[in-house]
């Protein structure tokens, strides 16, 4: 996209990349602050500052500038951005249930959903340009055929993909309505003090960490966003949960949960993936390590999925078994659990 705004320029720039910070951001300089967003070296963003290509508020700006809440930044060079080119790749798909209008996919862990930083190949999508032909997309996200949803790399279960641009309409408006149905499975660190209840708390990015998402209490920044969960079972010093989607923000069971102080067992982004429950012995020590290696991800399953049918307003409901490594891992913590308690005479 040409930006015309930029005055006195030699030669025709062209929009890169461009982010406005959020309220809750704390001063930090310009070049750091885009290697949380782009993929590119510190250097190189430092180049592009000396050449006068990033701009804050339509400004050229030096790499020490400190950016503040509000600012718009931006990245501007000679050349035309590079549309990222999904190339069709032939990897195998778990397909739940197909007709003309979707197809419901059950998502195996490690998979990325979508392109884009970094993962460019062997995503959802490049599965998806094989497997289907024409897939919609919404106008925002034309590097996202079929997509109106989606579910982090490390995390398993169910999605459904639009195959036209009605089914792509009506999913769009029914996940914005907050109509469907989602429920997820996960193994949280502690012994929750309800066995049900709800999290709220707007979410937004980390203004910190740019990898993160952070709970806002300050309802100006950040998107609202609800989660209602239930203890399935107790294993002592972690809790299996179902977690019922309210909204559906980026992370949200991941941050809502960290925010709660129970973070998710072994995600890593949020600190989970450390011992925070527990005794100090070294066999304790040792049995967690085990249950990492057994599920070597955030313990997060999107189990249940709901939606009504674009075409022909039927309610459809779909079911995806745990799997193999979550299946592992309760029952691992299930067993620790009894023994341990009758090992105490409980």
Known sequence: MAVPDFEN????LFEQFAVVADKGQSPIRVDKFLTNYIQT??????QAAENGQIRVNNQAVKSNYKVKPGDVVKIVLEN???EIEIIPQD?????VYEDDAV????KEAGMVVHPGHGNYKDTLVNALKFHFDQLPSLSADL???GLVHRIDKDTSGLLVVAKTEKAMQSLASQFKAHSTERVYEALVWGNLANDEGTITGHIGRHPKNRLQMAVFEDESQGKNAV?????????LYVSRVECRLETGRTHQIRVHFKYIGHPLFNDERYEGNIILKGTTFNKYKQFVENCFKICPRQALHARTLGFEHPETGKRLHFEAPLPEDMQQLFEKWRNYSFHSSENQGE
């Open 103 to 106: 197809v419901v996919i059950n």
């Open 227 to 235: 989660t209602h969960f239930k203890v399935l079972e107790r294993f």
């Open 143 to 145: 590097e996202r055929p």
């Open 91 to 95: 990897i195998p798909l778990q397909i």
């Open 9 to 12: 320029s030699e030669q025709e």
């Open 41 to 46: 070296t510190r250097n190189r963003i430092q």
């Open 80 to 82: 035309p951005p590079r």
